[in-house]
């Protein structure tokens, strides 16, 4: 059998990393996942067939990677009954604002990778920005884009802090996203279309027109720009966004973003 998985932490992204490896063909009983809440606990046993412990117990000691996915204000509580038990194991971290260094020091591992993916991830369409501590190696940096391809792309980033920047701008931002859906759907009513016309409409178009941005070379810019003919609707539309100040907001938000990433930093991550 498979070196074992553990998990510390059932929750969402989770069961998304969870439910990717077991469709590409992982045993469930190579997966350890230490969840406290029995309601989850049993959902995962549903979901997925998996048996979750309540609490650590030496099981853990012969996994060869440790997920941690638990709540930033919970990673002490969780971390301090698996002291001892995690020191071999590569680490692995989808937790926002906890510090590699925080994690180096509560499962006596450098090994340690931090990765701040996104909700996508669990329809398989995510995206991880990824940092790794020195003592990751080659082998190591490939063993978590494998863990984590079923969920989505991986981006590295040499710097740790860069992640409060990844956490703002793609951790969040499907927030940002369903925020402007929502703010199409309304204008949809005033056009006299539905509010269930105006949500299959504006998520169709941006759906579409990301993977028309993923897909092609053009910039951004130049992709707008050839929708906008000057004197039409768009660039109507894109008047009265510049005019409202719109793209600096945005601007402004991603960074209040960023900088609620590093408070979290400060207050849990240390």
Avoid at 113 to 120: E, G, Y
Avoid at 136 to 160: F, H, I, K, M, N
Avoid at 183 to 211: D, F, I, N, P
Avoid at 242 to 258: F, K, L, S
């Amino acid at each position: 059998m498979s070196t074992p998985i553990a998990f510390i932490g059932g929750g969402n992204m989770a069961s998304a990393i969870i439910g990717g490896l077991l469709r590409a063909g992982r045993a469930a009983q190579s997966l350890i996942v230490v969840e406290p809440f029995e309601a989850q606990r049993a959902k995962l046993a549903s979901d997925f067939g998996l048996r979750a412990l309540a609490s650590p117990d030496a099981s853990l000691a012969g996994a060869g990677l440790v997920v941690w996915a638990v709540k930033p204000q919970l990673f002490a509580e969780a971390a301090a009954p698996c002291a001892g038990l995690l020191v071999q194991a590569l680490q692995l971290s989808v937790m926002a604002g906890i510090r590699s260094d925080a994690l180096a020091a509560a499962t006596g591992s450098e090994r340690v990778v931090r990765a701040m993916p996104n909700t996508p991830a669990l329809i398989g369409q995510g995206i991880a920005g990824l940092f790794a501590r020195a003592a990751v190696s080659v082998a190591d940096r490939a063993r978590v884009e494998q863990v984590l391809a079923p969920t989505g792309a991986t981006l590295w980033v040499d710097q740790e802090a860069q992640l409060d920047g990844v956490t703002a701008l793609s951790g969040s931002g499907p927030a940002y996203f369903f925020f402007v859906v929502e703010a199409m759907m309304v204008a949809a009513q005033q056009m006299g279309l539905s509010a269930e016309q105006g949500r299959k409409l504006a998520l169709a178009t941006c759906g579409g027109a990301a993977a028309l941005g993923l897909q092609s070379s053009d910039s951004p810019t130049l992709l707008r720009e050839k929708v906008t003919s000057k004197g039409g609707t768009t660039h109507a539309a894109i008047s009265s966004l510049q005019a409202d100040g719109v793209d600096a907001a945005i601007v402004r938000a991603v960074r209040a973003a960023e900088q609620r990433a590093r408070e979290l930093g400060e207050e849990f991550g240390r």
